[in-house]
């Protein structure tokens, strides 16, 4: 049994509890001055402040030399695994191409979708394991990943198989969502329904089947899949007993989000153009709203009312969204000075969405996403001392130490 001990943290800042916080308690953050830590193998065994230190010897000691300590960060969006680029779709962007041009005119996600068939597994893994690597530099501790620049079996199986495997080798932890409905495949142009078929009758069951992944996820926007499409994939998720998100009101508003409140799905993604009927349903559900503001600031589109769907006692996440299309940056750190900038989340309400909320938006609630006793042992050491430097700082990598499941990583 390994005990690790880390002293002199001038401030541990974090949520508690297991279940994703909303309104006045998006805010609530447990602030301990002078604290220590005792980790036991891959658990939190005791927490202490105000400078007294556990009883219990320790094998290793860190001195996190009186900055600040946080849960690791858990990332709720990304599309992790993809073969190619889209670095050429920025001329086009700069010369006013919308987002939905780019996709309609075959490029967009179906350019990411024809190499990511061509990419052998391998290829996509060792991709992937960059990034992961980056992330957890960054603070990244746990890690959603989503599957669909496949849009046929055989390539979905493989990018699932990559999350899989990468979950197995690599110290993050990841979880898989199914997201075969990205997007219409070339071989069904203009046929959506007829794809949506087949994604019932073969691909959600097969997923389920193999264990492959824990959520589904839809884009629901226009010119993709509407919401009586929507509806006909995700009531199939939960027949199979995949949990729902859904990429809801990123573009236009088709009434995405309120879809979500309605089969109560856990997340709904990007909200940027949301509506009064959708915060209203997702309020009534609980679902909670994952947030996307790097992909805002990349898109050069306006910003979801984040203050709102607090007031509106939604539960607020905040995640990168990193893709080769909409988000190219998987920098998490960057999502919260958007969050503080541009949301005008304050630094407690950002580190409640970057830790407990997308934690349980993936179901992981019960095992990370804030620092107590019997939680796994995954924290950052900031160089910072508290969250507002944190929230302030943007541009270089604040983590000095990121600590994974009771080791240094
Ligand atoms: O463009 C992409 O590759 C990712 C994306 N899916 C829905 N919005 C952005
Ligand atoms: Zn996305």
Redesign the pocket.
């Known amino acids: 049994m390994s005990k690790l001990l880390i002293k002199n943290i001038g401030r541990l800042q974090t949520p508690l509890g297991s279940c994703s916080h909303y309104g006045a308690k998006q805010g609530e953050n447990q602030k301990l001055d002078q604290a220590a830590v005792l980790i036991e193998d891959d658990r939190i065994k005791e927490i202490t402040s105000n400078g007294t230190l556990p009883q219990e010897e320790a094998d290793v000691v860190i001195d996190a030399q009186g900055n600040l300590v946080t849960p690791g960060l858990v990332e709720g969006h990304t ?1 992790l695994v993809f073969g190619g680029y889209r670095q050429a779709e920025i001329p086009l962007k700069l010369k006013g191409a919308g987002y939905l041009d780019i996709l309609r005119a075959g490029g ?2 179906l350019d ?1 979708v024809q190499k990511t068939r061509e990419a052998s597994k391998d290829e996509l893994y060792q991709k992937s394991r960059g990034f992961l690597d980056e992330m957890l530099s960054l603070g990244v501790t746990t890690c959603e990943a989503k599957s669909g620049y496949g849009l046929d079996l055989d390539t979905e199986v493989k990018m699932l198989q990559v999350i899989r495997e990468l979950n197995d080798s690599h110290p993050v932890d990841l979880v898989a969502t199914f997201m075969g409905a ?1 997007a219409v495949p070339p071989e069904y142009e203009g046929r959506g329904d007829a794809y949506i078929d087949l994604l019932c009758r073969e691909m959600i069951p097969y997923v389920k089947e193999h264990g492959l992944a824990e959520f589904c996820d839809v ?1 629901c926007e226009d010119s993709v899949f509407d919401v009586k499409q929507s509806r006909r994939y995700l009531r199939c998720a939960r027949e199979n007993g995949l949990g729902l998100k859904i ?1 809801a009101d ?1 573009i236009e508003e088709i009434g995405g989000s309120q879809l979500a409140g309605q089969m109560e799905a856990i997340s709904a993604e990007h909200l940027i153009a949301i509506g009064e009927k959708g915060m209203e349903a997702m309020a009534a559900a609980k679902t909670t709203a994952m947030l996307l503001p790097a992909t805002s600031f990349y898109l050069g589109k306006s910003y979801a009312p984040a203050r709102e769907l607090i007031q509106r006692e939604i539960p607020v996440a905040i995640a990168s969204d990193f ?4 988000c190219p940056s998987l920098n998490l750190q960057l999502a919260m000075n958007l969050g503080y900038l541009r949301y005008k989340m304050t630094p407690e309400e950002i580190l409640t969405a970057v830790t407990i909320n997308p934690a349980c938006a993936i179901g992981r609630g019960s095992q990370v996403g804030t620092l107590e006793a019997g939680k796994q042992a995954d924290l950052v050491i900031w160089d910072a001392p508290d969250m507002e430097m944190l929230c302030y700082r943007f541009g270089s990598n604040m983590a000095l130490q990121v600590i994974k499941k009771g080791e240094l990583v």
């Open positions: 599309h967009g996600i990411t990205h884009f990429h990123e893709n080769p299309g909409s």
